[in-house]
């Protein structure tokens, strides 16, 4: 079956202005996560959907961060008034339930570049 | 306490030798701690995951060992190969409270043909 996709790629934008991120999990996993994977560096965990809600927005940097699910399906991680430093790929992962709420699959990743 | 801790950070190893990659954790509220292989511009794919009552797990030549009273775990690829050169990160998951999953900073594995 269709695995975790994410869209765009790849984005370039200009320092200060917003951005949004998409990410389509797997059909039928109600856990979404999101990550940012600085260039050679680990994964940062920034937040994490039950169904639509979010228990758990600890990871996120700045209120200039947020996301939304909708429909327990898509997510969209919007970065507002970006900064250089925001540069990075921001990784989406899915789960399931029936499979163990740990095990994630996660996305090719967007990467996104601030100029 | 939220921190996993992964050495080395980069690993250069004969095909056919063994690699070893260690992690450290501090949270003992972590119940589930997986290993992930990334390949350049793909996300990461779970390789192997162990839980804390049990010491070892093996699958093919990949083997984690877990110590839980020196809370420290360890992935062993054994008859390493060319294809298995990737970036390796351990992380350790809690289930209660969310389940948020903390990641080690990443090994950078080249298999030297």
């Known amino acids: 079956g269709a695995g975790v996709s994410q869209s765009p790629s790849n984005k370039v934008t200009e320092k200060g202005k917003d951005v949004e991120l998409r990410c389509d999990p797997i059909?039928?996993?109600?856990?979404l996560y999101w990550y940012r994977q600085s260039l050679g560096q680990g994964l940062e965990f920034l937040i994490y959907?039950?169904?639509?809600?979010?228990?758990?927005k600890s990871g996120l940097p700045s209120d200039r961060f947020s996301a939304e699910r909708t429909g327990g399906s898509v997510s969209t991680l919007t970065i507002q008034r970006t900064q250089q430093e925001d540069s990075a790929v921001y990784l989406c992962?899915?789960?399931?339930?029936?499979?163990?709420?740990?095990?994630?699959?996660f996305g090719p990743g967007t990467r996104l570049t601030v100029t | 306490q939220q921190q996993v801790k992964q050495s080395p950070q980069s690993l250069i190893v004969q095909k056919g030798g063994i690699s070893i990659i260690n992690c450290a954790y501090e949270n003992t509220a972590f119940d589930y701690f997986p290993w992930y292989q990334q390949f350049p511009g793909k996300g990461p794919a779970l390789l192997i995951a162990?839980?804390?009552?049990?010491s070892e797990k093996k699958e093919g030549r990949f083997t984690i060992s877990f110590n839980k009273s020196a809370k420290q775990f360890s992935l062993h690829i054994m008859d390493s190969q060319p294809g298995d050169s990737a970036t390796y990160f351990c992380?350790?998951?809690?289930?209660?409270?969310?389940?948020?999953?903390?990641f080690g900073a990443g090994t950078r594995l080249f298999v030297k043909a």
């Open positions: 992962a899915s789960s399931s339930p029936g499979r163990g709420p740990y095990e994630q699959y």
């Open positions: 162990i839980r804390p009552d049990v």
């Open positions: 959907f039950q169904g639509n809600s979010a228990p758990d």
């Open positions: 059909s039928g996993h109600t856990a």
């Open positions: 992380a350790a998951s809690r289930g209660t409270g969310g389940f948020k999953t903390i």
